[in-house]
């Protein structure tokens, strides 16, 4: 059973416009959130993460938003850029499981000119 | 810089052949893990190590082993390589700070093929 999830596989942003990514899991024992973004033939980069106590993390041009209740993240990307064409992935962990890593499937994100 | 490095960026093996994934980082993190990627499913953890010597299964353990001797290095093992195999593996490396930020640093990719 998948315990982290992103019910898009693919996303189409306007250049200059919002990108707006989701995430949700099942585990409520999840205290740490990642967003991670790959490209192809390379290893995922870390983007930004958020803590379990908190409910909004900001980055520049990137910021996550946690909501506990709904066991709900989501990331936005404004304004987005071609270069963020990627596929990104949402991850978790916690403290209880040895911070292991639990990626979702991620979303492949095109940014138009 | 935290540095993951994966042996091989790319290697081709035989159906049958033992295969050898070598993964070695320089932070002194105490987790490490294998993850495979494919089109559609995203990454899928193969094995974690939290210590020397422990390992836990990941989802997908079947067909795999792992050895984690030094702190440093954590090898994936194929008995028995088969084409189902075939797939991009990566290693990632995490520190524990306790309520604080565990990011994971990934090495480049291992894309292996098996025929």
């Known amino acids: 059973d998948q315990q982290v999830k992103q019910n898009s596989p693919s996303l189409s942003v306007q250049e200059g416009r919002i990108s707006i990514l989701n995430c949700d899991y099942t585990?409520?024992?999840?205290?740490?959130f990642l967003w991670y973004k790959k490209y192809p033939a390379e290893g995922p980069t870390f983007l930004i993460s958020?803590?379990?106590?908190?409910d909004k993390n900001e980055d520049g041009r990137f910021t996550v938003f946690l909501n506990k209740s709904a066991k709900h993240l989501s990331l936005h990307i404004v304004p987005s850029q071609p270069g963020d064409s990627a596929v990104y992935f949402c991850?978790?962990?916690?403290?209880?499981?040895?911070?292991?890593?639990?990626f979702g499937p991620g979303t492949s994100l095109s940014v138009i000119p | 810089d935290v540095k993951v490095t994966q042996s091989s960026r790319y290697l081709v093996k035989r159906t049958g052949e033992k295969v050898f994934l070598e993964c070695v980082q320089d932070?002194?993190?105490?987790?490490m893990f294998w993850y495979r990627q494919d089109p559609g499913l995203g990454l899928r953890l193969i094995y974690f190590?939290?210590?020397?010597?422990?390992?836990e299964k990941g989802d997908i353990p079947e067909g795999y082993s792992v050895s984690r001797e030094k702190k440093e290095r954590f090898s994936l093992i194929l008995e028995s390589a088969s084409t189902n195999q075939t797939s991009m593996y990566l290693c990632?490396?995490?520190?524990?700070?306790?309520?604080?930020?565990?990011?994971?640093?990934f090495g480049q990719g291992t894309r292996l093929t098996v025929v």
């Open positions: 190590s939290y210590d020397v010597k422990m390992k």
């Open positions: 991850a978790a962990s916690a403290r209880t499981s040895y911070d292991k890593v639990i």
């Open positions: 585990n409520s024992m999840f205290d740490y």
């Open positions: 932070m002194d993190h105490e987790n």
């Open positions: 990632a490396s995490t520190t524990r700070h306790h309520g604080g930020n565990t990011e994971a640093f």
């Open positions: 958020i803590s379990s106590i908190k």
